[in-house]
């Protein structure tokens, strides 16, 4: 079966700083990698995807990283704001593009 | 506007109850998925419909149906015969095939 994981359930961060979100899959045919925000109490927002040929993409503040070498995808976050807490889902589709593979997500935490 | 909307957002049944979530949206997208998220966990995906009258099940899907008479309405049915119904249910829909999936701001079901 697929698998999403991530290295470290939670990061916390200095207001100003950078951050910087991991996460490892397992399945090497997934066409796109997917970052996803959720706040307290609510639905997750897509923030950027990454096509499986492309090493780098950059978004609005953020910066997604793909390593197909060693199956590492990371989230990028510049000048982290209190508004970035949230909890962070890497997720993956699958080659027939039917479904959606979440990871168990980070929670992270910016200190004011 | 358009949007995904679940609903109720909080929901409370007793043990051996089946219960429906409903799931609407206005965006015109032709998949639909549910996905059940638990405390500190990720998302694991119940069912899925890429089109009207039909549906696939996911990694989770015991104890659960669904039905897909109308493009814009994916209701799930927590049936009696799930385990461990309580958790956070979140709905999403997307384009065919597309990274980002607009979600609802999910149904928080307790069984008692």
């Known amino acids: 079966g697929e698998s999403v994981g991530l290295h470290l359930p939670t990061l916390s961060v200095q207001e100003g700083d950078n951050s910087i979100i991991n996460c490892a899959y397992s399945n090497s045919a997934s066409d796109y990698f997917i970052w996803y925000k959720q706040e307290s109490g609510k639905g997750p927002q897509f923030i950027i995807d990454i096509r499986s040929n492309m090493d780098k993409r950059q978004g609005q503040r953020v910066t997604v990283l793909l390593n197909k070498t060693v199956k590492h995808l990371s989230l990028q976050i510049a000048a982290t704001q209190p508004g970035d807490s949230a909890v962070y889902f890497c997720a993956e589709i699958s080659n027939t593009g039917n479904q959606f593979y979440f990871g168990t997500g980070t929670s992270l935490t910016v200190i004011p | 506007d358009g949007g995904i909307t679940q609903s109720p957002k909080y929901l409370f049944r007793k043990e051996g109850q089946n219960v429906t979530l409903s799931c609407e949206q206005n965006l015109n997208h032709d998949a639909m998925y549910w996905y059940r998220q638990d405390p500190g966990q990720g998302l694991r995906l119940i069912y899925y419909s890429q089109i009207v009258n039909d549906f696939q099940k996911g990694d989770i899907a015991e104890g659960y149906s669904v039905s897909r008479e109308k493009k814009e309405s994916f209701p799930l049915t927590v049936t009696s015969a799930q385990k461990n119904p309580t958790a956070f249910y979140l709905c999403?829909?997307?384009?065919?095939?597309?990274?980002?999936?607009?979600f609802g701001q999910g149904t928080r079901l307790t069984v008692v």
């Open positions: 999403a829909s997307s384009i065919a095939g597309d990274t980002e999936a607009f």
